[in-house]
């Protein structure tokens, strides 16, 4: 379960603006979510992962010193290492809740996923990928794809648990040594079915 005092993902999810989506009723039944960071200190940088069920259970955190050449890259490849490693430990048409705090990467990957739905229409969301990204944002898409169902939250670099794991990678070197863990969240009860709170109306999307 989540640590005691500290928010699950999955209520800083429901808490969180989802850029070019409004929260649908059923927003909080996500069956996994995925908070990731980026670092760039100048010479190096750093990349964290922090993946759990909406119950709270942890499924994996990752603290990586990587090299990386600016803030943008660091913070594409770090969004598509969580999503490899959350498509190697959940099934295929799993409901994800991603968390970052990098405010154009939200606003991107939901305007995929929406784009996604109405291939052969033109899309009214204009994409502003950084060209050091392109690698990474074609992985981060072929993930979106994959899932059964996506959407990202903007949320602030405080309140993101991966924010601490980027930027002192070598202090939660430990965390990476923990065993691969492919964890199902316990089954939906007839509470988390009932009619939710005003603010997650069933609205519609919107820029």
Known sequence: MAA??????RDLFDESPTPHIAHPPRTHHRDFYVATDGSFRGDSGGLGVVIETRDGEGVARLALDQSVPDNNVAEYRALHLGLDVLAERTPPDARVGVLIDHDQLASNVNAAVLDACR????????LV???ATTHHWRGIRARINGFGEIRAARIASGDNPAHPLANTPDEYAHV???????????????????VPP?????RGASD
């Open 129 to 131: 990928v950084p060209p």
């Open 4 to 9: 005691y005092g500290r928010p699950s993902l």
């Open 119 to 126: 291939p052969t229409a033109t899309s009214p969301h204009r």
């Open 176 to 194: 990476n040594d923990s065993p691969a863990r492919c964890v199902r969240p316990e089954p939906l009860s007839s509470g988390d079915r009932s």
């Open 198 to 202: 005003p603010s997650r109306s069933d």
